[in-house]
């Protein structure tokens, strides 16, 4: 998680929590917006958290392999 967007995310679960709603979230410590390096897991764990939450069922147990590097020109765009 970026140290910029880290008081933000507390300030917003702070408020759901205080609005007694339900939050959700995956923290991936060690990595930029890209999740370089885990994108994997993260794309895994999305697709499970869609099959409990919106379809109702549990997801199958698989484990996908490491996704190849995503070329500079992804991770870092000119502009």
Avoid: K, N
């Amino acid at each position: 998680m970026a140290t910029t967007s880290q008081p933000v995310v507390a300030v917003l679960v702070d408020a759901l929590i205080d609005a007694d709603a339900d939050v959700d979230m995956l923290v991936v410590p060690g990595v930029e917006h890209t999740f370089q390096g885990r994108y994997h897991y993260v794309t895994r764990r999305t697709w499970d958290y869609l099959v409990r939450h919106l379809h109702g069922t549990e997801p199958p147990t698989y484990r996908l392999a490491p996704f190849p590097p995503m070329p500079d020109w992804a991770v870092q765009p000119s502009g």
